[in-house]
């Protein structure tokens, strides 16, 4: 597999226009707001002396992740957002069984960072296995 030139730099460059995005919805929605500008900047400091680290510590050639490793968060992505689909199916039923015709939605964005807290700590580990 051939890497590109800036393919190190990806988190950064991907930062920046982040950054940039913030920049432009600031002036569109609210002026200037310097607050935010200026936590973005701190957000893409932080992340360009990561990345900085990172590019500089890494001295050999192998691949970040190998095949197996890609095969395997597949299905764990697989298997995790069928279960989490399939138990939020259940509670939606059973809610409604129960006569609820309607629900906050904040319970379902509750339901939501808790799939996203869980997969990302589970593909954690099975990265690194």
Same mark, same amino acid.
């Given at each position: 597999?051939?890497?590109?030139?800036? /393919?190190? +730099?990806?988190? $950064?460059? /991907?930062? $920046?226009?982040? *950054?940039?995005?913030?920049?432009?919805? $600031?002036?569109?929605?609210?002026?200037? =707001? +310097?607050?935010?500008?200026?936590?973005?900047?701190?957000?893409?400091?932080?992340?360009?002396?990561?990345?900085?680290?990172?590019?500089?510590?890494?001295? =050999?050639?192998?691949?970040?992740? =190998?095949?197996?490793?890609?095969?395997?968060?597949?299905?764990?992505? /697989?298997?995790?957002?069928?279960?989490?689909?399939?138990?939020?199916? *259940?509670? *939606?039923?059973?809610? $409604?069984?129960?006569?609820? =015709?309607?629900?906050?939605?904040?319970? *379902? +964005?509750?339901?939501?960072?808790?799939?996203?807290?869980?997969?990302?700590?589970?593909?954690?580990?099975?990265?690194?296995?």
């Amino acid at each position: 597999m051939k890497k590109k030139k800036y /393919a190190q +730099w990806n988190i $950064t460059i /991907a930062s $920046t226009g982040g *950054l940039i995005g913030v920049i432009i919805g $600031t002036f569109i929605f609210s002026g200037i =707001d +310097w607050s935010a500008i200026l936590g973005g900047i701190t957000g893409l400091f932080i992340i360009f002396l990561g990345n900085l680290f990172y590019v500089r510590s890494k001295k =050999d050639k192998t691949p970040e992740v =190998d095949e197996r490793t890609l095969n395997n968060m597949r299905k764990y992505y /697989a298997i995790i957002a069928n279960l989490f689909l399939g138990a939020l199916f *259940l509670m *939606l039923a059973a809610i $409604t069984y129960m006569g609820y =015709d309607q629900i906050s939605i904040s319970y *379902l +964005w509750i339901f939501v960072i808790a799939y996203m807290l869980i997969s990302g700590i589970g593909a954690l580990i099975v990265s690194r296995r």
